[in-house]
């Protein structure tokens, strides 16, 4: 049986009928007209945009807000979209302004003015504490907006703020009406889609509690980036975004010609489906790589040997040989080779199983008699998240177990769903190796990742403290600093400072991975890897 056969008989049999209960037969081969069915391993959780760096939550407002700034994909240079020109910034990074388009209306009819635009903003940089509202970890030193005149606004920041542009450019700066402006957590969460509005090219029109959601082009739209290839309405009538959590029901679909893009496409089928004509499309993330965090306040992991001992046991080029594809690349450093400020740590993860089990005996750990160290009568275990948004998160850590289980380490899985990790991951009695990333095409993701009042996947910042605080200080001057010398040297100094503590062991590159169609055209995914629609067409005449 060829490989293309094998991987639809098994989809089709264990996951196809599931599918067809959401999805009905679409896109050019059935001739149902020009709407663009996306699969989605996991479904929103919300649609407010400074909670919108999980996957499935920006793939959906990525393609409904616009932003002021637009971010070029391959080269990451910013350039204007609802703002007629690039801003003016002072000095010191402290006061941006912004001319703005008059002529962009919300698709609830409402027009997008000075005022609304600093409503966003002093929204995203302050948060709402009542409503639940978290202000945005990529919006540092917010103070205030302010309108100057009927196509003007600035902005304030109380210190330095040199990754504002960015900021803007980001889906989780999406521009939002005043009516959505007003609603609480809960009018941004799932059951609640269509009545997040915003000025992009699709509108929410319909909603299937967890498992649907209907977008349709606005025939209207005509404010693109100057700089995006298309111009004017989408050429889509709309998109069909579909949650299909089964990796075999994604590849099933889309070998039966019932899908027409599909994201986390799994490095072990990428080559069956290239077999079966169907494009494996993929875009970096550009940021913090996919990697593990040792917290390392935690008692066993607070003496550095430990931390290295768990670095050198750990075959990373075994876990890319056996898990993953070329689309993959080995991480180099905390960053990706792509980010900006990138340095080599040149030596840095060396597996040297050898050396590993030295540094535990020098700790004292002994092996007993399953393999597993003790000490003291306590056995020499920890917990690792599952990182559900992550591609072969349970196979990584799996294999890590073991590796480490060769030294004499035991290691935890710990289940649940996103929310659970999320929650479990706070405390370091629970996750002591926390596995996840972030993306961002800006300086300050690495301080978004690791700062103690941002995500804080060290948990440096802990019981009211900040253990490290030259981390932190570091991490803040990155984020704080006005020229872009002076942010680079800073993010070279933490990729540097993470490898001489042993706090990091990054994994690889992690990118965004899709299934498309051939007769889809014109899919890019955007500069941190979500899916954009807005310039896609579909070739009516060609058969899948």
């Not at 990525?62 to 979209?81: I, K, M």
């Not at 209306?105 to 600093?118: I, K, Q, R």
């Not at 799996?398 to 590796?403: F, G, S, V």
């Not at 002076?486 to 503590?501: C, G, H, K, N, S």
Request: proline share 6%.
């Amino acid at each position: 049986m060829k490989p293309r056969r094998l991987v639809a008989a098994l989809a089709l049999v264990s996951g196809l009928a599931l599918l067809g209960a959401c999805v009905s037969p679409t896109g050019p081969a059935q001739g149902e007209g020009n709407r663009l069915t996306y699969l989605e391993p996991i479904f929103f959780n919300t649609l407010y945009p400074p909670g919108a760096g999980f996957y499935p939550n920006g793939a959906v407002l990525n393609n409904v807000a616009d932003r002021l700034l637009y971010q070029d994909p391959d080269t990451l240079e910013l350039s204007p979209w609802i703002a007629t020109r690039l801003p003016d910034i002072n000095d010191n990074a402290t006061e941006y302004t912004f001319d703005i388009r008059t002529d962009v209306t919300y698709s609830d009819g409402t027009p997008l003015t000075p005022e609304n635009v600093v409503a966003n903003f002093d929204l995203f940089g302050i948060g709402d504490s009542e409503r639940m509202l978290t202000s945005s970890e990529q919006i540092t030193n917010y103070e205030r907006g302010e309108v100057i005149d009927h196509d003007t606004v600035r902005f304030h920041f109380s210190a330095p703020a040199p990754g504002f542009a960015q900021a803007t450019s980001s889906f989780n700066a999406g521009l939002l009406a005043d009516a959505t402006l007003e609603l609480a957590n809960d009018g941004f969460a799932p059951g609640n889609a269509t009545g997040v509005i915003g000025s992009g090219p699709f509108v929410i029109t319909g909603e299937q509690l967890g498992t649907r959601l209907t977008l349709d082009a606005r025939e209207d739209y005509d404010w693109a980036p100057p700089a995006h290839p298309h111009q004017g309405r989408t050429p889509l009538d709309g998109i069909d975004y579909v949650l299909a959590a089964e990796d075999s029901v994604r590849v099933g679909a889309l070998v039966a010609g019932q899908a027409d893009v599909a994201r986390q496409i799994e490095a072990p089928v990428e080559k069956h489906l290239r077999d079966e004509g169907i494009e494996v499309v993929w875009h970096g993330t550009n940021g913090v790589n996919n990697s593990l965090s040792f917290r390392f306040m935690h008692p066993h992991l607070r003496d550095i040997r430990m931390r290295q001992a768990l670095i050198h046991a750990i075959d990373r080029t075994e876990i890319m040989h056996t898990l993953f594809s070329d689309s993959y690349v080995p991480a180099t450093s905390a960053l990706a080779h792509t980010a900006l400020g990138y340095r080599e740590q040149e030596g840095a993860y060396v597996h040297d199983e050898a050396r590993a089990r030295e540094l535990l005996d020098d700790l004292g750990w002994a092996p007993g008699p399953d393999g597993i160290r003790a000490r003291g009568g306590e056995r020499l275990a920890f917990t690792i998240n599952e990182a559900v948004p992550q591609p072969r998160s349970r196979e990584i850590i799996t294999k890590i177990q073991e590796q480490l289980r060769r030294v004499g380490v035991e290691i935890h899985l710990n289940p649940g769903d996103n929310a659970t990790q999320n929650a479990d991951s706070k405390d370091y009695e629970k996750i002591q190796i926390r596995h996840t990333m972030v993306g961002r095409a800006d300086y300050d993701v690495i301080k978004s990742m690791w700062h103690s009042t941002n995500r804080n996947e060290l948990l440096n910042g802990s019981d009211d403290t900040v253990h490290d605080p030259h981390l932190d200080e570091l991490l803040h001057d990155i984020a704080s600093l006005a020229t872009e010398e002076e942010r680079a040297t800073r993010t070279r100094e933490v990729q540097d400072y993470l490898t001489e503590q042993a706090y990091v062991l990054p994994l690889f590159e992690e990118p965004v991975v899709y299934g498309v169609q051939p007769h889809v055209l014109g899919f890019r995914p955007e500069s941190i890897g979500r899916p954009s629609f807005y310039g896609v067409s579909l070739d009516l005449k060609e058969e899948k």
